[in-house]
């Protein structure tokens, strides 16, 4: 929390002096509301489950069942599609634009059933059967149970709730590391998925070249010291004072989504500032710190591979040295990608070595001068990329 108020104080250096504080807008509501509050404003239905992971973990999964412009459905029912966020995110990426710009809203208006998860540990999936929160205990995963724990447990109760035997799955970022990992070992859970849309894909990040990925330069050690053993960037009361007391005013706001350039790249022309409250409002929704580790070492290694626990814990969780490497090139998986030029977290050149592995791919276009957020709040994301999905997901249908 502190690198993240020593970022925005960082942005607030060099603020125009005069009435600048004092022009705050009206805080736009969805700054205040949950996910499914969000989704209710814009009149679409929403629905809410928990659903309880192997290891005990209790996710919060959301649901749009149908449009409200939807004037004739693709069938009965309708085709499932299930949407996963990335690293330091929650299901609102998918509906915090306009509904005409969100893609969660798209969907449901082009006559999907639609699925948002939470990773453990974030905003809305912070609950255990035993653990508790405030213990370093309940924080000790990383993308590996995510993938291993969280994937099929979600996958599973929403092909038994809809009764669907195959579903969408659409990812973002570390979203669709957790499928390249489960879908490459886990034929039973792949064979669920009739096709995996993989967005600023990111399987390996040994290009990577973003502020995130300097803390790769620390040993592991040195970041346990630093952050601690439990959550990593979680939202604060101190986040949401700042959203809403600072980032809602005429000029301020432009700082604020430089934020989100500075962090995780974003082509600042193409977003839409006046979200940027909504946008901080609910993300960075937290992490743990062994995620932020496991991501520190995939820099490292160059590889996708589990989490490294040292030579002696490798021996206690994988009976070897060394952690055990995934290999895509095992995933079967009917697979599209959709990558961006400009991406300083999906790096072109680690793209490019993913895009050889991929046994089954049926699509790939790389989108010019896009970074990592424009998948998410792009102004121009209905036209250069939810349309085709659209029309790619209706042709597999």
Not at 34 to 53: F, H, K, L, M, Q
Not at 265 to 294: C, D, W
Not at 322 to 327: D, H, Q
């Amino acid at each position: 929390m502190k690198w993240l108020t020593l970022c925005m104080g960082l942005l607030v250096t060099g603020v125009p002096q005069g009435d600048t504080f004092n022009t705050v807008q009206n805080v736009d509501p969805e700054v205040r509301l949950n996910i499914s509050g969000i989704i209710r404003r814009w009149d679409y239905p929403a629905e809410e489950y928990e659903v309880v992971t192997e290891d005990g973990y209790i996710l919060t999964v959301n649901r749009i069942p149908h449009g409200i412009k939807t004037s004739k459905p693709l069938q009965e029912p309708k085709p499932v599609v299930f949407l996963q966020h990335g690293l330091l995110g929650d299901a609102s990426h998918w509906v915090t634009n306009l509904p005409r710009s969100s893609l969660g809203f798209l969907l449901a208006d082009a006559g999907f059933d639609v699925w948002l998860g939470n990773s453990r540990g974030n905003t809305w999936s912070r609950k255990h059967v035993k653990l508790n929160p405030k213990r370093s205990a309940y924080w000790a995963f990383s993308y590996d149970e995510m993938a291993k724990k969280d994937l099929p447990a979600v996958i599973d109760f929403i092909t038994k709730t809809t009764g669907q035997k195959q579903i969408f799955y659409i990812g973002h970022s570390q979203g669709t590391t957790i499928a390249f990992i489960a879908f490459s070992t886990m034929p039973e859970l792949a064979s669920k998925i009739k096709l995996y849309i993989a967005l600023a894909p990111v399987a390996t990040v040994g290009f990577a070249d973003n502020p995130i990925t300097k803390l790769s330069v620390l040993p592991d050690f040195t970041l346990w010291k630093m952050f601690g053993k439990r959550n990593f960037l979680p939202q604060s009361t101190l986040l949401k004072f700042l959203t809403t007391k600072f980032c809602s005013g005429r000029v301020t706001d432009k700082l604020c989504g430089n934020l989100f350039f500075l962090l995780c790249g974003f082509v600042e022309q193409n977003l839409n500032k006046t979200r940027t409250p909504v946008y901080l409002a609910h993300s960075p929704a937290g992490t743990s710190v062994q995620n932020m580790i496991h991501w520190s070492q995939a820099i490292k290694s160059g590889k996708l591979m589990a989490f490294n626990y040292g030579r002696r814990g490798n021996f206690i969780h994988y009976h070897q040295s060394t952690p055990p490497v995934y290999n895509v090139k095992n995933m079967k998986v009917p697979t599209a990608l959709w990558s961006g030029s400009e991406d300083s977290l999906a790096d072109p050149k680690d793209v490019a070595a993913l895009l050889q592995k991929i046994p089954n791919l049926v699509y790939h276009q790389d989108i010019k001068y896009w970074e990592h957020l424009d998948f998410l709040w792009g102004l121009n994301a209905p036209e250069k990329l939810y349309y085709n999905i659209v029309t790619l997901m209706r042709q597999h249908i």
